[in-house]
């Protein structure tokens, strides 16, 4: 049954909303004729039962001034009432039970004492009788009797008391023009529904096209979208909604990011293949001349060697970037733990120091507390630090560490060096991946511009982020890492839970980790368990916090 409704019920949305408003149209009318119909046969049938009790009224009054006579006398008093009314199809049936005496009518043929119809069968005249008689039997209060030649007759019926015996007085009026007024209605319903519903469906079908023109033309987009093209755009069509025009713009965005993604994707696998390309091919090389030579020399060994092993290390370090950008993108990126700011960035600079030689200097540490992944803090201040030593002369060059406790509950570490400084237009650019402000020194370096790159992945998965800016004294390079002191990474990606709660959040449909925890598979870091109402464990999507296209300084 249910395959034959989905063959039957139309998937246009066009037609499925002319559907719809054709049957909202016959359910309200269908509501609205049996109001008005049942309302047409209330109100008639209450005028009706205001006309018999007003003429029965008016019967007994003339049977209680009678009080007191024969009934014989009482009898005739009401025939000659009774004859100045007689009965027509638009009139009254009066009539009056007198006990002794019959029945006083305007309309005898009804009770059946009319004589013979020779044109009617016997059996016919015989159950007219029936009928006829049922009218002699008294019923106090209203009733619907059928009738002879009158159908269906609405009486009321009452008695009066005249000494040791009563009289039962009443009155009676057909319910055909009930009938017939409720059938009108029903027509006038009818001949008005059809019209009204034959306007309805083409206005709602031509209401569709227009409401579903905008969803054919994104599935036209979204099919040469599919096939490669993402250049098409979508262009609502004067005097289109605000909603479709949302719509529309917001498709349209959807589609700048994809091609966005998709450039930044190709330029960073061209960026990478050239990156492993030319040591690939340096150590090529190297092979390549140990294997010209029928008998190299232990010194030509030990030179190639060494060429070797300082590619592979490049090619080392370069995929550990990389793979260190891929895991920001992560749900357990960071451990967050309690940092106490003193004895962490004393030791810490104590450690850089030692790296290259260089004027390392460091400002007051205010006596406070981070909630940080210490690893990944330690490690965005070693690159900003070797990006300033690559950028400052040996022996005399500045490189310096601020550390300032900022308003707003954050934190900001701010590395300062007097070489040549950044470029304005370059500030926006030194954080992108394998960018590079100085190719030549990079390449002398062995940098491949991740450095910096790897600080904005460490500084957004902390909820904070990193500006490139002027030193304030006229050159050099200042680039301020801002933290907040309770870095929660997984608020910052959701916001506050129900009723404005944290969110507790749990790793998700994982291999099992230490502990027992349970922790995302590689490349599927995208998901997280959150607790939710009874405890139960629903998974949650993970925005990005990895790397995105943002400004920066002196690229390492």
């Given at each position: ?114 004589g013979r119809d020779d044109a009617e069968p016997g059996a016919e005249q015989q159950r007219e009788v029936g ?426």
């Open positions: 049954m249910r395959p034959l409704l989905s063959r039957l019920v139309p998937r246009s949305l066009r037609w499925r909303l002319t559907l719809w408003v054709a049957g909202v149209m016959l359910l309200s009318a269908g509501i609205i004729f049996a109001v008005v119909y049942s309302d047409t046969g209330s109100r008639l049938r209450s005028q009706i039962d205001r006309d018999i009790a007003g003429n029965t009224a008016q019967l007994s009054d003339l049977v209680s001034s009678l009080r007191g006579r024969p009934s014989w006398q009482v009898a005739r008093a009401i025939d000659s009432y009774l004859g100045a009314q007689p009965y027509s199809a638009t009139s009254t049936l009066l009539f009056a039970l007198v006990p002794g005496e019959g029945t006083a009518t305007n309309h005898p043929e009804l009770f059946g004492f009319a009928l006829g008689r049922t009218l002699l039997t008294p019923r106090n209060g209203y009733s619907v009797q059928r009738v002879p030649d009158a159908g269906k007759l609405r009486i009321y019926e009452r008695s009066v008391r005249l000494g040791a015996s009563s009289v039962t007085v009443g009155a009676g009026q057909p319910l055909a023009a009930v009938e017939q007024a409720q059938h009108g209605v029903a027509q006038a319903f009818i001949i008005a529904g059809a019209v009204m519903l034959a306007i309805a469906l083409i206005a709602s079908y031509l209401a569709g096209a227009r409401v579903s023109l905008p969803l054919r033309r994104m599935a036209a987009v979204a099919t040469r979208v599919d096939a490669g093209d993402l250049e098409p755009r979508m262009t609502p069509a004067e005097g289109s909604g605000d909603e479709i025009r949302v719509l529309a713009e917001s498709f349209n965005h959807m589609l700048d990011r994809l091609a966005e993604a998709f450039a930044s994707q190709r330029e960073f696998i061209a960026d990478a293949s050239h990156e492993l390309r030319t040591p690939i091919t340096v150590i090529r090389g190297q092979l390549e001349v140990l294997a010209a030579s029928d008998n190299p020399s232990a010194q030509e060994v030990r030179r190639a060697e060494r060429v070797v092993q300082a590619e592979i290390t490049r090619i080392t370090r370069l995929v550990d970037d990389l793979l260190l950008l891929a895991q920001s993108e992560r749900a357990d990126f960071l451990r967050l733990e309690p940092i106490d700011l003193p004895p962490f960035v004393t030791e810490l600079w104590d450690g850089v120091s030692l790296t290259a030689d260089r004027r390392f200097e460091l400002s007051d540490v205010p006596h406070a507390s981070l909630r940080a992944d210490p690893d990944r803090l330690a490690q965005a201040l070693r690159n900003l630090a070797g990006n300033a030593v690559a950028h400052t002369s040996e022996h005399d060059g500045l490189v310096r560490l601020e550390v300032t406790r900022l308003a707003s509950e954050r934190i900001r570490f701010s590395v300062l060096d007097d070489g040549p400084g950044i470029p304005d237009a370059e500030r926006e650019r030194i954080f992108l991946r394998f960018h590079r402000t100085d190719p030549a020194r990079a390449s002398r370096d062995g940098g491949a511009g991740l450095g910096l790159a790897i600080v904005r992945a460490i500084a957004e998965a902390h909820g904070g982020r990193v500006v490139a800016a002027d030193s304030g004294n006229g050159r050099g390079a200042r680039i301020d890492l801002e933290l907040p002191s309770r870095s929660d990474p997984v608020q910052h990606l959701f916001g506050p839970g129900e009723g404005g709660q944290p969110l507790p959040v749990l790793p998700w449909a994982g291999q099992a980790a230490e502990g027992g925890a349970s922790r995302p598979r590689r490349g599927s870091g995208r998901l997280l368990g959150a607790v939710g109402q009874g405890g139960a464990l629903r998974p949650l999507p993970v925005r990005r916090c990895g790397v995105r296209p943002r400004a920066g300084p002196q690229a390492g």
